[in-house]
Nanobody
């Protein structure tokens, strides 16, 4: 069983910054990625950013490039999402994703709310 736990959401004014954290535990994978998706009210869940644990390659949605940074702490099996220059359209529930690249199975956290006031 894999546990995925997010933290760090909250309320921030536009232009401000927040950092999200996500810790994974319970299993080890030979190849995996960790990343973030978000779901705004009335919309589908969409990709935000991901990092491949082996090698550290990162990928971002166009909407957050240059503002958000994903990085990891290998020893803690933790991934972070540093969100700068926040906009009202960043308001959403942010979900952490762990993907077993061998099976393409996804594991999700419970989500953390980010609200950006304009």
């Amino acid at each position: 069983q894999v546990q995925v736990v997010e933290s760090g959401g909250g309320l921030m004014q536009a232009g401000g910054s927040l950092r999200l954290s996500c810790a994974a535990s319970g299993r080890t994978f030979s190849r995996f990625s960790m990343g973030w998706y978000r779901q705004a009210p009335g919309k589908e869940r969409v990709f935000v950013a991901t990092i491949y644990w082996s090698g550290g390659s990162t990928y971002y949605a166009d909407s957050v490039k240059g503002r958000f940074t994903i990085f990891r702490d290998n020893a803690k099996n933790t991934v972070y999402l540093q969100m700068n220059s926040l906009k009202s359209e960043d308001t959403a529930i942010y979900y952490c994703n762990v993907r077993d690249l061998g099976t393409s199975r996804d594991y999700w956290g419970q989500g953390t709310q980010v609200t950006v006031s304009s």
